[in-house]
């Protein structure tokens, strides 16, 4: 078999996403994405390019790994250019400083495309480490990138879109196929972002995003070809749960539930800070927070568990604990594991979140769920999870003066309707595998 031959039949994947910093469904979508890709390509070669490869080698069954752009091009972890924002508005200081590292994040990825065209025609690079580099080469000797789903290719995370167009724009010089799955897009912020990413979206073979009116509208509005972009899902909806009920248990018991309000049944609730919460904003939430338990014990009487999706989940669940009396309610402690998370929330009763994944692992597992909403950003993101479902009326903006009244309805709605909603669930669920089923064979005839 000459070499021609042996690149035709073992096929390279590089998978790019928001993955690699412990967060539960981020690490989800990973994990699906890479299992499905492993399925369908069998004798592929798929590498994870990540910001932490200790982490995400241990953690996904020792896949093959590599330094993420972020690293690689960035120097995340080494120099704050990667923490780059649209604006600072209330420090001149950061405003400026803000200012200079966009300048120089822009820089830096031209002299990059300049040196993706040396490795094209197979000349060395020039002024670029050997990170910079080893990552171009990794890109040329690619048949496919993969951009796992996630919420990361918004105005809203400003490195990270920028990371991923110019990524896309290597790609396209190299001549790599790339494929967009279950993405979050749009909120552009200003003209730029906008202007960058529809340059480079429009050089993505497909795009699939994870709600139906906001991300597609978005891209409606960049003006792409209506061909190459589509509905699909989170790709964390199909990801895998443990088979193992008493690693549920075990976990539940830890947290201090007893057997009989584990077999009774249980509420999970998720919630965090948003942004650089002050502590009057800290009051504010954790009074919300009680006025909602003190709602839901109007029509159960069923424990409460508290489910941290990352490690910065931890300090307001803590943090409430500590300052409120509340019967009934425990936290679990922080667990890396997604198909534990995806299995005890399968198990509740009802899921209530301000978080994204929350929702997923619910719809996923066919339980009921309410999206408590803080920011536009989740109103983006948790509405098109729901509306993909016609579950879009379950979402309470909790910063409207008559969240407590909508939450009271909602929660009785859903406790007298459960029976509906997993039915109506369940036929949705059919129509997406479907999408995703198709999705996944467009992309196989990219390579």
Same mark, same amino acid.
């Given at each position: 078999m000459n070499i021609k031959e042996k690149k035709k039949y073992r096929k390279k994947i590089l998978l790019l996403g928001g993955y690699g910093y412990g967060n539960v469904g981020d690490e989800a979508q990973l994990s699906a994405s890479y299992d499905e890709l492993s399925r =369908?390509? #069998? $004798?592929?070669?798929? &590498?994870?390019?990540? #910001? $932490?490869?200790?982490?995400?080698?241990? @953690?996904?069954?020792? *896949?093959?790994?590599?330094?993420? #752009?972020?690293?690689?091009?960035?120097?995340?972890?080494?120099?704050?250019?990667y923490g780059i924002r649209n604006r600072y508005e209330n420090s001149p200081i950061k405003f400026l400083g803000n200012e200079?590292? &966009?300048?120089?994040?822009?820089?830096?990825?031209?002299?990059?495309?300049i040196n993706t065209h040396f490795v094209k025609i197979n000349l060395p690079t020039f002024l670029l480490n050997s990170k910079r580099?080893?990552?171009?080469? @990794?890109? !040329?000797?690619?048949?496919?990138?993969?951009?796992? /789903? /996630?919420?990361?290719? +918004?105005?809203? +995370?400003?490195? =990270?879109?920028?990371? /991923?167009m110019f990524f896309i724009s290597y790609a396209h010089i190299l001549n790599v196929p790339v494929a967009l799955s279950g993405q979050t897009i749009g909120s552009w912020g200003n003209n730029f972002n906008r202007h960058i990413a529809k340059k480079n979206l429009s050089k993505a073979s497909?795009?699939? *995003? =994870?709600?139906?009116?906001?991300?597609?509208?978005?891209?409606?509005?960049? /003006?792409?070809? !209506?061909?190459?972009?589509? +509905?699909?899902?989170?790709?964390?909806l199909f990801c895998k749960k443990t088979g193992n009920e008493e690693e549920i248990v075990n976990v539940?018991?830890?947290?201090?539930?007893?057997?009989? @309000?584990?077999?009774?049944g249980y509420i999970t609730l998720n919630f965090h800070y948003w942004g650089l919460f002050t502590k009057d904003e800290k009051s504010i939430l954790?009074? !919300?927070?009680?006025?909602?338990?003190?709602?839901? =014990? &109007?029509?159960?009487?069923k424990p409460i568990v508290l489910i941290p999706m990352s490690p910065s989940d931890?300090? #307001?669940?803590?943090?409430?604990?500590?300052?409120?009396?509340v019967e009934k309610v425990y &936290?679990?402690?922080?667990?890396?594991?997604?198909?534990?998370?995806?299995?005890?929330?399968?198990k509740s009763e009802v899921c209530l979140t301000m978080k994204h994944h929350p929702i997923i692992f619910a719809i996923g597992e066919k339980v009921p769920v309410i999206s408590l909403t803080q920011s536009e950003y989740y109103k983006h993101k948790n509405g098109g999870a729901l509306g993909l479902f016609g579950l879009e009326k379950y979402s309470v903006m909790l910063e409207k003066d008559s969240y407590l009244d909508e939450f009271d309805e909602k929660f009785k709605e859903v406790n007298e309707n459960k029976v509906e909603i997993i039915h109506k669930i369940s036929c949705r669920l059919d129509d997406i595998k479907e999408k995703q089923n198709y999705f996944f064979d467009k992309v196989k005839s990219l390579i």
């Amino acid at each position: 078999m000459n070499i021609k031959e042996k690149k035709k039949y073992r096929k390279k994947i590089l998978l790019l996403g928001g993955y690699g910093y412990g967060n539960v469904g981020d690490e989800a979508q990973l994990s699906a994405s890479y299992d499905e890709l492993s399925r =369908r390509f #069998p $004798n592929s070669m798929i &590498k994870v390019l990540t #910001p $932490n490869q200790s982490y995400t080698y241990t @953690e996904h069954d020792k *896949c093959l790994v590599a330094d993420a #752009p972020r690293v690689a091009f960035y120097d995340e972890g080494n120099s704050p250019l990667y923490g780059i924002r649209n604006r600072y508005e209330n420090s001149p200081i950061k405003f400026l400083g803000n200012e200079v590292y &966009k300048r120089v994040f822009i820089l830096r990825s031209y002299w990059i495309m300049i040196n993706t065209h040396f490795v094209k025609i197979n000349l060395p690079t020039f002024l670029l480490n050997s990170k910079r580099s080893a990552l171009l080469h @990794e890109l !040329k000797t690619a048949d496919l990138v993969f951009f796992v /789903g /996630g919420g990361y290719l +918004t105005g809203r +995370t400003l490195s =990270r879109l920028w990371d /991923g167009m110019f990524f896309i724009s290597y790609a396209h010089i190299l001549n790599v196929p790339v494929a967009l799955s279950g993405q979050t897009i749009g909120s552009w912020g200003n003209n730029f972002n906008r202007h960058i990413a529809k340059k480079n979206l429009s050089k993505a073979s497909i795009i699939t *995003c =994870r709600d139906a009116d906001d991300s597609i509208d978005a891209l409606n509005d960049l /003006g792409l070809d !209506k061909e190459k972009y589509f +509905t699909t899902c989170d790709d964390a909806l199909f990801c895998k749960k443990t088979g193992n009920e008493e690693e549920i248990v075990n976990v539940l018991f830890e947290s201090k539930l007893s057997k009989e @309000e584990i077999d009774k049944g249980y509420i999970t609730l998720n919630f965090h800070y948003w942004g650089l919460f002050t502590k009057d904003e800290k009051s504010i939430l954790f009074n !919300k927070i009680s006025n909602l338990i003190d709602g839901i =014990r &109007k029509y159960s009487d069923k424990p409460i568990v508290l489910i941290p999706m990352s490690p910065s989940d931890d300090p #307001p669940m803590d943090d409430f604990l500590q300052q409120f009396n509340v019967e009934k309610v425990y &936290k679990l402690k922080y667990d890396f594991d997604f198909q534990i998370i995806r299995g005890i929330i399968g198990k509740s009763e009802v899921c209530l979140t301000m978080k994204h994944h929350p929702i997923i692992f619910a719809i996923g597992e066919k339980v009921p769920v309410i999206s408590l909403t803080q920011s536009e950003y989740y109103k983006h993101k948790n509405g098109g999870a729901l509306g993909l479902f016609g579950l879009e009326k379950y979402s309470v903006m909790l910063e409207k003066d008559s969240y407590l009244d909508e939450f009271d309805e909602k929660f009785k709605e859903v406790n007298e309707n459960k029976v509906e909603i997993i039915h109506k669930i369940s036929c949705r669920l059919d129509d997406i595998k479907e999408k995703q089923n198709y999705f996944f064979d467009k992309v196989k005839s990219l390579i």
